[in-house]
């Protein structure tokens, strides 16, 4: 995986094609746990579902079959955003990250999926929770 600086306006490029993606990557993620469960549950319940000749092991296997794909959907998107040179931070709440240099510094320009676009950066060593307003970057020198 190879991250990418990027400029604000670069950054802010690339928000429209991170947000219909941010938003599928939380859906899959949402699915796939309740795909997964129920197969917990399928096996937990049913003793027949590893004997595959059943009607119940057939539904396990088109249910496994289908969790499977998903999965493969659901990298293929995480590579996708790899590729972009910006790093996912988390899927439910839609934060990526984009290395930034301001000056000597390099920084984080943060957007969420609830941001128009990018108003905020952190520094490296700190958490986007903390992040700040680009205005407060723009006043350091």
């Given at each position: 995986m190879k991250y990418k600086v990027f400029s604000i306006e670069d950054a802010n490029a690339l928000v429209p094609t991170l947000k219909p993606l941010?938003?599928?990557?939380?859906e899959k993620k949402s699915t796939m746990s309740k795909m997964h469960d129920a197969l917990l549950t399928m096996e937990l319940l049913d003793e027949n579902n590893n004997n595959f000749e059943t009607?119940?092991?057939?539904?396990?296997l088109r249910r496994a079959s289908s969790l499977e794909n998903l999965i493969v959907s659901f990298e293929t998107d995480l590579k996708q955003i790899a590729e972009y040179g910006c790093v996912l931070r988390d899927i439910e709440k839609g934060v990526v990250d984009f290395y930034h240099v301001y000056g000597k510094e390099l920084v984080f320009l943060?957007?969420?999926?609830?941001?128009?676009?990018?108003?905020?950066?952190?520094e490296l060593d700190s958490h986007y929770r903390n992040r700040l307003p680009l205005t407060d970057l723009k006043k350091r020198t």
């Open positions: 941010l938003i599928e990557l939380a009607e119940s092991g057939q539904e396990y943060n957007w969420m999926n609830t941001d128009e676009d990018i108003q905020f950066w952190y």
